[in-house]
């Protein structure tokens, strides 16, 4: 069974730069793959971020982007503003079965 | 404006079944992949099934395969997912997510119906 890492939790300081990491327990994630990034706030449904690792939506943040680093996907957030404290999940694409990450809890302090 | 109202969600038994639907509006439904996304309590997210535009590909989450089945009626502008054999894992709220025409992945999400599996 295939199983997608996240870091549990990271914190960041507002302004500040804080890159969240997406792994796959067979190996390299890479543009097959198709990563996607989610936001989550409390009470309410997740929300779309990236698609196909480097896409945004018409309503992401330009603060926002997606890439692949070191075999991984990850989700880079520049000039943290409070409003970016929630969870963040990835999802990744093994050949038609999507899997998420356990998702990482992002705190702004 | 697009929008995903899922419906069907409720308290049922171990072993038991419930078909969940989700009409949609704002887009034509037929030119767009769907997905069923579960949460449960507390927990973070499960894909749980995908379908593309004509229905002729399905694809399942293992935790699910053979169990559930995702359907879609175009005609109608709603989308499926009919679960059988429901165990107390099942419990979760579900969501119906709209695939991203661009590029492989994902757009907008529905609110959510809540399934309690319980005794």
């Known amino acids: 069974q295939t199983v997608v890492t996240q870091e549990p939790s990271l914190t960041v300081s507002p302004g500040g730069t804080v890159t969240l990491t997406c792994a796959s327990s067979t190996g390299a994630v890479t543009s097959v793959n198709y990563p996607n990034w989610y936001q989550q706030k409390p009470g309410q449904a997740p929300r779309s971020l990236i698609y196909s690792t480097t896409n945004k939506h018409p309503w992401t943040p330009t603060r926002f982007s997606g890439s692949l680093l070191g075999g991984k996907a990850a989700l880079t957030l520049s000039g943290v503003r409070p409003e970016d404290e929630a969870d963040y999940y990835c999802?990744?694409?093994?050949?038609?079965?999507?899997?998420f990450g356990g998702g990482t809890k992002l705190t702004v302090l | 404006e697009v929008q995903l109202v899922e419906s069907g969600g409720g308290l049922v038994q171990p072993g038991g079944s419930l078909r969940l639907s989700c009409v949609v509006s704002g887009f034509t439904f037929s030119s767009y992949w769907m997905h069923w996304v579960r949460q449960s309590p507390g927990r973070g997210l499960l894909w749980v099934s995908r379908?593309?535009?004509?229905?002729?590909?399905?694809n399942y989450a293992d935790s699910v395969k053979g169990r559930f089945t995702i359907s879609r009626d175009d005609a109608k502008n709603t989308l499926f997912l009919q679960m059988n054999s429901l165990r107390a894992d099942d419990t979760g709220v579900y969501y119906c997510v709209r695939g991203e025409m661009a590029a492989p992945g994902t757009d907008f999400w529905g609110q959510g119906t809540m399934v309690t599996v319980s005794s």
């Open positions: 379908i593309n535009t004509d229905g002729t590909i399905t």
């Open positions: 999802l990744l694409d093994f050949s038609g079965t999507w899997v």
